[in-house]
């Protein structure tokens, strides 16, 4: 038992089709618990009821970055191991990821606005997130561009390793060109910059939450990606026939 | 590996080459944001840095797509790829081509655009400085971003939209030194991270670039 006995479509079809109404079901029974806790949650002493838009916000930008993490790991297997249904899971993560940044960005903006007074900031977290929206676009532009499947998969997974090299150079570019107005980081291991306990533990379940929710969509795309590709391989043959 | 830098300089400098188009370009940068902006000398003189890199930045990305579409048409690419010179070793050429043809000038001639910018004296030793350090980093980042988009039809836009965010931290490093220098602050800082990044791109682009031109040339 291995995890390379998923590199065959069969097998992960029949895996993941299993799992998939379990994971979906953790899914929203997480994210729904984890979104309507946070919401019950009193009111912060300083930044009143706008806190509440954090267990929207940290969980997506959380999952933002692990995405591209992911991206990266699933198109390294892909160079080294040529292991179709990791490079189709790659290209399945991409749009969600984008999603994930744009939702940060947006709850970043609507409460940026009440707390700094400004919608938007060229603060070091904020522009490296745009840059990340960025990285996305361009990923997801170039799958849709290459007609052949496996030159796609080979050139979206070289930009995705150059393109990590560069979102960490960024990070530290934008940290270096302006001194930030974003907080800090809202969970730390310290002590005594934990948040209180009211929200962190809604907060740690709507991100276990959210990382259910890509796994989820991440299995349902992976698995329509693997069907669109069947298809065109019948297509293919139906036409030589 | 002399004869394809020759080839490709000749290539870019005789008609329809395509050279002088990059400082053609820098040079309306430089005219259309007066216009934009308003003539007063101490906006002009402020922004002026931000200005130049991202004109300069910007007139590197016009030409990048020529790099290797010509020669993937005509098929010297194919050619290329099966002589003995390593296919890495060709594509550090070919962006050693670009950059003489384009960064290169443009370096060497910002000091004439940055006087329609009044841009400030002190500033301008830390431009041609930054300018000289950070462009060849465009031209092998532009390598890449050509070899990749090399095989599609309307590359050019999705080759801008790639390479676009490739390019922030030479950028912002940069523009980061002529600021520092305008306004007569430490800017060797900046210049060491600049210097550090073309290294950097010039270790590890030609890898990428080969590998996305052997996929392209499948």
Redesign the interface.
């Known amino acids: 038992m291995s995890i390379w006995e998923y590199a065959n479509p069969v097998k992960f079809m029949r895996t993941s089709g299993a799992v998939l109404p379990w994971v979906i079901a953790a899914a929203v029974l997480s994210t729904v618990t984890g979104l309507v806790w946070g919401f019950l949650t009193p009111e912060d002493y300083k930044q009143g009821s706008t806190v509440k838009i954090v267990f929207l916000h940290v969980p997506a930008a959380l999952m933002a970055i692990n995405i591209w993490l992911m991206m990266l790991v699933t198109s390294l297997i892909w160079l080294i191991r040529r292991h179709h249904v990791s490079a189709l899971a790659a290209k399945a993560a991409a749009p969600v990821g984008a999603v994930m940044t744009l939702i940060a960005l947006i709850t970043g903006a609507v409460w940026g606005q009440p707390m700094w007074g400004t919608w938007w900031e060229w603060d070091p977290r904020l522009t490296s997130f745009l ?1 990340l929206l ?2 996305y ?2 990923y997801m ?2 799958w849709e ?2 007609e052949n499947p496996d ?1 796609a998969a ?2 979206t997974g ?2 995705c ?3 990590s ?3 960490l ?2 990070r530290y ?2 940290n ?2 302006n001194q930030g107005l974003h907080q800090g980081a809202s969970l730390s291991l310290a002590p005594g910059e934990r948040m209180a306990a009211v929200y962190r533990y809604p907060l740690y379940l709507s991100m276990a939450g959210f990382f259910l929710l890509f796994l989820a969509l991440l299995l349902i795309r992976t698995r329509t990606e693997i069907r669109r590709r069947r298809l065109a391989a019948l297509l293919a043959r139906e036409n030589r026939a | 590996m002399k004869a394809l830098l020759i080839r490709d300089l000749r290539l870019a400098t005789r008609a329809g080459g395509g050279f002088g188009l990059a400082l053609a370009f820098f040079l309306i940068v430089c005219t259309l944001v007066p216009f934009g902006v308003g003539p007063e000398g101490g906006t002009l003189s402020r922004i002026a840095p931000g200005i130049l890199w991202v004109g300069a930045l910007l007139s590197c990305l016009l030409s990048l797509d020529r790099i290797f579409a010509l020669d993937f048409e005509d098929g010297s690419l194919d050619l290329l790829a099966t002589a003995p010179l390593p296919l890495e070793g060709a594509v550090a050429i070919k962006a050693l081509a670009h950059w003489l043809v384009t960064g290169l000038p443009l370096a060497l001639s910002a000091p004439v655009f940055a006087l329609l910018l009044h841009l400030p004296g002190p500033a301008y030793p830390w431009l041609v400085a930054s300018l000289v350090l950070g462009t060849p980093a465009l031209s092998m980042l532009g390598a890449f971003g050509a070899a990749v988009t090399v095989g599609l039809r309307r590359g050019g836009l999705l080759l801008s939209l790639l390479v676009l965010p490739l390019y922030m931290p030479t950028l912002i490093f940069g523009a980061e030194a002529v600021r520092r220098g305008a306004v007569g602050a430490e800017a060797g800082t900046p210049l060491v991270f600049l210097a550090g990044i073309t290294l950097a791109t010039l270790a590890l682009s030609p890898f990428a670039a080969a590998a996305a031109l052997r996929v392209n040339l499948r």
């Open positions: 840059i960025l990285f676009l361009g532009a170039l561009a290459v030159s080979d050139l070289v930009l390793l150059v393109g090299v560069f979102a150079l960024s570019a934008v270096f060109w």
